[in-house]
Every structure is written in C-alpha cells, then in structure tokens.
C-alpha cells in the first residue's frame, strides 16, 4: 500500500506560480496512475491533472488546461505539479493520489490512495 505525502503549497499573489511535490513511500510502478485534485471550502473534490505512471499520457481538468503541469520523476516515486498563472479561484487544498488502472480519469472516487494535502493560497 502506497503512501503520499504532499508538499511545496503556500501563499502566493496573483499571476504567479507554485510548484507542489508529492512523494510516494514505494515505487509507483507501471499499471499506477497518479493525479492531483483539489477541494475548497464548500465545494467538491475536483480533479486538477492525472498521469500514467507507465505511459506518461496526462489529462487535465478545462480550469487548468494550459497554465498546470503535472509530472513524474525518472524512478517514479515523486509526481510534481507545476501551477503557473495562478487565480484566486485555484486556491484550495490540494491533494496527491494514486489508483490501479490504465484508464486515465479525474474522478476522486476511483483513486484508492491519498495524501493528506497541501494548501494553496492565491490572493488577488
């Protein structure tokens, strides 16, 4: 069972970039997918970006496209978001997670595995 840890948020203005980490206790090995979501105060979990650990094919969520990019390291233990462009809107706690499957989805409750978040603040 894999475990997440997640790190790098924090306060930034408007129009600037964040780049959050997240590292995994074991290898992520090729049938993995890994994704980013985020969740404000009162709103749903929502997707942000996913990747095929094995493949390298991503998707991304229509609020992001364009300004995030989400990426694995060479031994595939360590999934990084870079956030350019931010908007208040992106402020959220964002978190890392991790499923079986080959099918790339931002859907939150096919991911079996978590992290416990980092916060990301974007004032205007």
């Known amino acids: 069972q894999v475990q997440l840890v997640e790190s790098g948020g924090g306060s930034v203005q408007a129009g600037g970039s964040l780049e959050l980490s997240c590292a995994a206790s074991?290898?992520?090995?090729?049938?993995?997918?890994a994704a980013w979501f985020r969740q404000a105060p009162g709103k749903e979990r929502e997707g942000v970006a996913s990747i095929n650990i094995g493949t390298g094919r991503t998707a991304y969520g229509d609020s992001v496209k364009g300004r995030f990019i989400i990426s694995q390291d060479n031994a595939k233990n360590t999934l990084t978001l870079q956030m350019n462009d931010l908007k208040p809107e992106d402020s959220a706690m964002y978190y890392c997670?991790?499923?079986?499957?080959?099918?790339?989805?931002?859907?939150?409750?096919?991911?079996?595995?978590w992290g416990r978040g980092t916060q990301v603040t974007v004032s205007s």
């Open positions: 074991d290898t992520l090995y090729t049938y993995y997918q």
């Open positions: 997670a991790a499923r079986v499957g080959n099918v790339l989805t931002l859907d939150p409750s096919q991911y079996r595995f």
